[in-house]
Every structure is written in C-alpha cells, then in structure tokens.
C-alpha cells in the first residue's frame, strides 16, 4: 500500500475510534490484534496472552483520546501490551520462585534410584513430530494448561526462549535473572512438558 | 562415570549445544549404551519443539468476538457515564 494513502487511512481509523465508532473497533481489532497477541507472547503463556490482549483493547478506549501520533498506531499498541506484560510479570514476583539448586523436577527426581540409574524410565517414546502431535486439540489445549501453570518465571523463560527465541542475554535482563538460572527456569519448564506428555500419550489424560 | 540421573541434570545443556566438549562426549557415550536416556533425550526434544509449534498459531474468530463484545460494553458504558 502506499505509505500516504496508508497514513491517511491509519488518521481516519484513529478519529473513528475517538469517536467510539463500533464498527472502526471491529476492523481495527481484526488488523492489529494478532501482532498484539504475538508481542504478548513474547511474555506470557497463550491464555493469560489472550486476556492481555482483550484487557489492552478496553484500555485502548480511553487511551486513544490521548494518542498523539508521534509512533504508527501498530507501534503504540504493541507498546501498551508489552507495558502489560511486564507489569504482570513484575507484580507476580512474589509466586512460588524456583529452587535454583535442583536441575530436577521433584516428580522426574524421585524416578531415580539410589544408584542414579532409572527407576521408573521415559515410559514410551514420543514417535510423531511436535507439529503432528499438535494436530490433537485435547493435546493442545492440555499444553495450555499445563504452561498456565508453570510458576511464571519458568513460562515466561520457556516462552521468551523456546516460543519466540529470543536471545539468552534478552531474556535474562527480561526475567532480570542470570544466565546459569535462565538456564534451569528452562531445564525445569521442558521437563514439565515431558511428564504432562508421557502422562497425555500414556492415558490420554490431561 | 556419568549416570543416568546425572544426564538428566543436564539434558537441556546437551540439546542446546551448551555443553564442553568433555560433557558432551560423556553424554553421547551414555547414550551409546542407554536407551531409557534416549528414548528421554528424545522426548525432551519434542516437549521442546512442541513450544516451537504451539506459539504460532494466529488468533482465532472466537478471540476476536470476546475483543468486540467488550469493546461494545466499555463503549455502553462510557456513553452512560
């Protein structure tokens, strides 16, 4: 599109929504929510991801008025969810933190015996692709809430990492930890996704 | 001699290529001759690509109709107020 013609588009959906004009809201949600929802992702697992998307919206009601146009629309978005984000993740400091000292999960730990070897080995292995493994919604949706309940450092390590693969050093100063407890927050997190797996392909139980 | 317990300690390490050479080539002697630890190394990879795949899906309708119906209610709200 022409950058002019895009401007002027851009200047007349921002008056709309000034205005409260419903059906500008429409179109606009439609266009720029889902690069909202990829940057709320950078933080946060899918379905607290999805409420700070829909919270931003609200927000974005009275905030409008004050819009000044000094970024594009999509910029100033993106900047209210990632603001959110952190906020989020700031305010939940105080969780369950994790034992830096235990590489293992408690639950993997205790499948060891005392000699160091398997008690209780993987019980099968995962043979299709994460993709086709995907292809199961009640997979899917498990995962779901199964990150939703992951302390949130470790989610949010997971997600920065794995997710959007953001750079160790960004995340460590995102998660203001160190590179070696970046590092178990992600050793801990897959290991949660292993045993919520094995449990899943074993019994199809979530 | 590196066991079974110990690789699981710092399995992420091996899949991330994060390991000194020594470690690594002790993890891959191990795994020579364990197969339980393959079959875990292999799992933990997929867990791992599983959050790969999972993140990019693009949001759907039904998100999209919660956005608008409360967008609708705070816009009620404010012509009310």
């Known amino acids: 599109m022409d950058t002019a013609v895009h401007k002027d588009s851009e200047h007349a959906l921002i008056e709309a929504l000034q205005h409260g004009d419903g059906s500008a809201y429409e179109r606009a ?12 992702r950078f933080y946060l697992d899918p379905s607290s991801a999805e409420e700070i998307v829909q919270d931003c919206w609200v927000t974005v009601i009275d905030a409008i008025h004050k819009f000044e146009g000094r970024s594009g629309l999509k910029t100033w978005l993106h900047r209210i969810v990632a603001n959110r984000c952190k906020n989020k993740l700031r305010s939940n400091k105080r969780e369950v933190t994790t034992d830096f000292t235990e590489a293992l999960d408690p639950e993997l730990a205790d499948r060891f015996n005392a000699s160091r070897r398997w008690a209780q080995p993987p019980r099968l292995r995962f043979d299709e692709s994460a993709d086709t493994l995907l292809e199961n919604g009640a997979l899917s949706d498990c995962l779901d809430k199964h990150l939703s309940a ?3 450092t470790q989610r949010s390590a997971l997600m920065l990492y794995e997710a959007h693969q953001h750079k160790s050093e960004d995340v460590c100063n995102i998660l203001d930890v160190s590179a070696s407890n970046l590092r178990v927050l992600l050793h801990r997190a897959r290991q949660r996704i292993f045993l919520m797996v094995e449990t899943f392909q074993e019994s199809g139980e979530c | ?11 992420s390490d091996y899949i991330d290529g994060e390991l000194a050479t020594p470690q690594n080539l002790a993890i891959k002697m191990h795994l020579m001759m ?10 933990l990879r997929v867990s791992t690509d599983l959050m790969h795949a999972h993140s990019s899906s693009a949001p759907d309708e039904a998100l999209m109709r919660k956005i608008d119906q409360r967008i609708a209610e705070a816009l009620r709200a404010r012509k009310k107020g």
């Open chain 2, 34 to 43: 364990c197969r339980h630890c393959r079959s875990f190394i292999g799992n």
């Open chain 1, 150 to 152: 992951l302390p949130e």
């Open chain 2, 1 to 11: 001699m590196l066991m079974c317990k110990d690789l699981a300690e710092i399995a």
């Open chain 1, 29 to 40: 949600v439609r266009e720029y929510s889902s690069g909202m929802l990829a940057v709320a």
